[in-house]
């Protein structure tokens, strides 16, 4: 028998943070999540987005062991924006069980439906800077630590459930050239040229520190259509910037700037942390804060494309492509091979676009469902 639990105890709590972790240990293409970062972001005096989010976790036992786990989200503010009655799920993992991933599922649907809401979808976060989108083709992939990793199953189960697909993300895999195309750098200077903007090539931390904050407004302005997305607010920055300060390796951020110095485009990378992170299974202590600390400087063979998104009023004009260029030379320079997107809604053409300058692959696709709470 199935038994699911409301997350409570500080004992509960520390299970659903590594319940991921402890599942895929020994599956060589998952990348666990920083267990202290998942349990800050279910913290309420840890993560600002308690201030538009109400949350719940459970976690599914039988004979007394762990078999799932599942957090529901009710996004006040994402409901207000897209003018929908949702809960998000998100944390999603279980055994290939029905009567577990049934009884889970049946937590939240049940939450969402004492609410008033009308759908359920997921997995997706508290925003767009969380995790979001189930793992449905490339399984034999490597992931990234910026996203989910599931086994096969898991989309077999929520059919069964009949949940459908609301939006699927694509990831691409692009060989570094051994030579910037040339058509792209005469493209990138006639751009630069015509809009009157300039590539800021930072050499440290300090100097990108007095662009934090446009940096931010950008990304609002940037993904502001984007699907599910809720504005980041000054303390959800505020955390967002103590969270990736310190993966920063200056050479792998580019902005684009106007003649008053605002930045209207912005390119961030990181050499793949993945390594650091298998090492230390996904903890800090006591030698984990190290590894990862000096992963973003050491030699890899694959950099991972975090951001990367040009302000409205300068999109399809051919500067997404200038950070893109300019993240690939630092590549080149470094020995880098190959560069990994993270996920991009399929419909995104634009970025997508850039790809044709280069050798590509898609390999890994992930699906956000859908389900009906009022059937």
Request: with cysteine; aromatic share 12%; glycine share 6%.
């Amino acid at each position: 028998m199935v038994e699911v639990r409301e997350v409570r105890t500080r004992k509960e709590r520390k299970i659903f943070a590594g319940f991921n972790e402890r599942m895929y240990r020994n599956v060589p293409q998952a990348i666990p999540d920083m267990i202290s970062d998942e349990r800050d972001n279910f913290n309420p005096k840890k993560n600002p987005a308690f201030a538009f989010c109400e949350v719940k976790c459970w976690l599914a036992f039988r004979d007394g062991e762990p078999v799932g786990r599942i957090a529901g989200i009710v996004n006040r503010a994402a409901n207000e924006k897209w003018k929908t009655k949702r809960i998000r799920f998100s944390r999603v993992d279980f055994i290939d069980d029905r009567e577990v991933s049934e009884a889970l599922f049946q937590a939240v649907e049940e939450w969402g439906r004492s609410l008033g809401l009308q759908e359920i979808h997921g997995p997706i976060g508290f925003c767009d800077m969380d995790q979001e989108g189930m793992l449905i083709e490339g399984f034999e992939e490597e992931g990234m630590l910026i996203t989910i990793h599931n086994a096969p199953y898991y989309r077999e189960h929520l059919e069964a459930l009949h949940y459908q697909k609301d939006v699927d993300w694509l990831e691409f895999r692009i060989q570094v050239p051994e030579q910037g195309p040339e058509t792209l750098r005469r493209l990138n200077e006639r751009a630069l040229k015509r809009y009157h903007l300039r590539l800021l090539e930072v050499r440290s931390r300090r100097e990108i520190k007095p662009y934090i904050v446009k940096a931010f407004d950008l990304l609002n302005r940037t993904y502001n259509g984007l699907y599910g997305t809720v504005p980041l607010t000054p303390d959800l920055i505020r955390k967002y910037y103590r969270q990736f300060m310190l993966l920063i390796n200056p050479a792998y951020v580019k902005l684009l700037v106007d003649e008053e110095d605002c930045p209207v485009g912005l390119g961030f990378a990181v050499p793949s942390l993945n390594r650091a992170a298998k090492k230390s299974k996904g903890r800090l202590f006591p030698w984990g804060w190290y590894r990862i600390l000096r992963a973003p400087f050491q030699n890899a063979e694959i950099l991972d494309l975090y951001l990367i998104g040009v302000a409205p009023e300068y999109q399809n004009k051919g500067l997404t492509a200038v950070l893109l260029y300019a993240m690939a030379e630092e590549a080149r320079k470094r020995g880098i091979r190959f560069a990994e997107t993270g996920p991009e809604l399929e419909s995104n053409r634009q970025v997508q676009g850039l790809w044709k300058f280069f050798e590509t692959r898609q390999h890994r696709r992930r699906r956000c469902f859908v389900k009906s709470l009022e059937i």
